[in-house]
């Protein structure tokens, strides 16, 4: 299988797990999921937006190929969010009490989380580029 077809199969079996997963037992809305990156980490990941925040997935391919939860993220934990939007990616700052922050890199689908970001929390939202 050429490289491109089996990250997009990747992709395809975790989309399909982590709405499955938010179907059944989370019995919550999921608004989508897309591939991400974390900071200072070279992996990818998948974030499954939803409307009580941000979830975060790994493919875990060794033990069954299963999704893992790796980190969740509510809206209520931060104040804002500094956006940076660039050619090939967005970049997502949340900012939160006591200096607390956390950035989230979205490989695509930067404008569908800020529409999120805008509609199901009351984070102040700056864009800087």
Same mark, same amino acid.
């Not at 490289?3 to 990747?10: A, E, I, L, T």
């Not at 529409?115 to 929390?121: F, G, R, V």
């Given at each position: ?9 990747? =992709? ?7 709405? @499955?997963? $938010? ?7 999921? #608004? =989508? +999921?897309?591939?991400?990156?974390? @900071?200072?980490?070279?992996?990818? /990941? /998948? +974030? ?8 975060? =997935?790994?493919? @875990?391919?060794? $033990? ?11 809206? =209520? ?5 500094? %956006?940076? /939007? /660039? $050619?090939?990616?967005?970049?997502? #700052? ?22 999120? %970001? ?12």
């Amino acid at each position: 299988m050429a490289k491109g077809n089996k990250k997009s199969c990747w =992709f395809s079996f975790a989309k399909e797990s982590i709405a @499955r997963y $938010f179907a059944e037992e989370r019995r919550e809305p999921l #608004l =989508f +999921v897309s591939k991400a990156r974390l @900071r200072k980490k070279f992996k990818t /990941y /998948y +974030v499954a937006i939803h409307t009580k925040g941000i979830t975060i =997935f790994e493919c @875990r391919m060794a $033990f069954g190929d299963k999704v893992e939860i790796v980190e969740e993220k509510e809206w =209520f934990l931060f104040n804002r969010v500094v %956006i940076d /939007y /660039y $050619f090939m990616k967005s970049i997502f #700052l949340f900012e939160g009490d006591e200096g607390m922050e956390w950035e989230l890199t979205m490989k695509r689908k930067g404008k569908e989380l800020q529409q999120a %970001i805008e509609h199901h929390s009351s984070l102040e939202v700056v864009v800087t580029s």
